[in-house]
């Protein structure tokens, strides 16, 4: 279980004011521990002292940065169980999906040691005519400076790791704001970090509360800010955010399409993982299903049966899929959301009830378009089913939204699976699984509504990194 209690990290170092905030549990209500509550003054502590960590840290070489990187990995390793417990009790997250985040936090960390050996430069030779004969140019990427990162509640482990792993990967200072519902994760990751001989300033971690969060944005020694949530926050943060770079991984309502050649024994398990895992609460979690006319009666009688069986209830059980949403007032607002749908004419297939935090997984059909559980971000344990006929038609509804993160078709036509890359208006394109899958390693981002710029290691660290161009001209 969790510590009484955990420090924040103000440049390098583990503080403990008076000043605290209540982590609850989230499936039970209750205080779980207590976390250190940073204010203004320490904000702007952390990144004055991330600002003048710009130049010791980028004065080390790969191979230290690597060090550090690969001790977070092996450390993780060794409070893999400490990990996915507090990630269950803070997050209400399922103990199995809390591994699961567990094992990604370690391979994003790896992921971001190999790179971090290997930031890119190029060589040109300038001599395309009289004038540039004789000169050649090269360029390296440099360290941006001090990054300021907001990560989100529903992966607050590794949604803050392709934050911090590139950035050390890079060689960037930056100050962290973990969610308050769910920062003890983040805490344990300074903890890590707390370990190695990084210059001082190099990382904060601090908790704090919406209001006081100003300075993660609006300050103008910060280069970079990276944050993870809502659209609403994250658009008005860009409005503020200044001069400084700005990459936004925002919501979604993504879509699963299975044409008519689709194997239902093998799509279906994956749509209910991929609309159902972590009770839903994730921004590719498949929130809109468009099935085949041919296929329609099979799928919803297998699915809603299956969706029916799915174990729900103390997220500390091993064989528990469905657990609380993040608060009681999320749970009603998404439980309103679906007595608005029934009452425009859709049927409620399962599901729809409601205790506390706890919304049971429920399938909707017939749902007029123009209903938020449709057009808006659900972001909890339901999906809404419907039929097409036309494939290109159904590519069409599913660009039918404000929303554009990814998308998942199931296919066996190689030439549908790349109109579908060729037109759906999404950051990805998943064939053959649901837009629910990510690895990694891979660029992850979305379009319109969800967001601007990628993640993955590689494409972080290019967010967080310079070209810097020397010119030669030859003796």
């Known amino acids: ?61 790969p191979h230290r940065r690597q060090a550090v990187l690969e001790h977070c990995v092996a450390r993780f390793r060794e409070r893999f169980d400490e990990l996915a417990m507090a990630l269950c009790v803070e997050a209400g997250k ?3 999906d809390s591994r699961g985040e567990v094992g990604r936090l370690i391979d994003t ?36 400076g001090a990054c300021s990162f907001i990560s989100p509640f529903n992966f607050p482990l590794n949604l803050a790791a392709h934050k911090v792993a590139p950035a050390l990967a890079a060689g960037c200072p930056f100050v962290l704001k973990p969610a308050s519902l769910t920062p003890v994760g983040a805490l344990i990751i300074g903890e890590v970090l707390a370990e190695t001989d990084l210059p001082r300033g190099v990382f904060s971690i601090l908790p704090c509360e919406r209001g006081g969060a100003r300075l993660f944005t609006e300050d103008p020694r ?15 943060l860009k409005a503020r955010a200044g001069k400084k770079k700005v990459v936004l991984e925002l919501g979604g309502n993504a879509a699963v399409l299975l044409d008519a050649d689709t194997d239902l024994g093998a799509a279906i398990p994956r749509v209910i993982f991929g609309a159902f895992y972590q009770s839903g609460q994730s921004c590719i979690g498949v929130q809109r299903i468009l099935v085949h006319a041919s296929l329609l009666d099979a799928f919803r009688e297998q699915f809603v049966e299956a969706v029916k069986k799915l174990p729900a209830g103390d997220p500390k059980l091993e064989d528990t899929f469905i657990g609380p949403m993040i608060s009681e007032k999320e749970a009603a607002r998404l439980e309103g959301w679906i007595r608005a749908a029934e009452a425009a004419g859709a049927r409620i297939l399962c599901g729809g009830g409601r205790q506390g935090a706890m919304l049971e997984a429920t399938v909707l059909e017939n749902v007029p378009l123009d209903q938020p559980v449709c057009t808006e971000e659900a972001f909890g344990p339901v999906a809404v089913l419907s039929s097409f006929t036309d494939f290109r038609e159904a590519l069409r509804q599913i660009n039918d939204s404000k929303f554009g993160l990814q998308a998942g078709i199931f296919t066996r036509d190689l030439h549908k699976a790349h109109l579908a890359w060729d037109e759906l208006e999404v950051g990805g394109v998943v064939i053959n699984d649901v837009p629910s899958w990510r690895a990694d390693a891979m660029p992850y981002g979305g379009v319109k509504d969800s967001g601007l710029g990628r993640e993955g290691i590689r494409w972080a660290i290019e967010d967080m990194t310079e070209l810097r161009l020397m010119v030669v001209k030859k003796g």
Not at 43 to 48: F, K, L, P, R
Not at 112 to 118: L, W
Not at 222 to 236: K, Y
């Open 1 to 61: 279980m969790l510590r009484p209690s955990y420090p924040y990290f103000l440049a390098n170092e583990a503080r403990q004011p008076n000043a605290s905030l209540t982590v609850t549990d989230k499936f039970t209500g209750q205080a779980a521990t207590q976390v250190a509550l940073a204010d203004e003054a320490a904000i702007a502590e952390g990144i004055a002292a991330a600002q003048a960590a710009e130049g010791p840290f980028r004065a080390w070489p």
């Open 94 to 96: 399922p103990i199995r």
């Open 109 to 144: 960390f790896k992921i971001a040691a190999e790179e971090s050996v290997r930031l890119p430069g190029e060589i040109q030779d300038l001599g395309r005519s009289p004038r540039t004969e004789g000169y050649t140019a090269f360029w390296k990427r440099v360290p941006l």
């Open 222 to 236: 910060l280069r970079l800010l990276s944050f993870t949530g809502s659209p609403e926050v994250g658009w008005d």
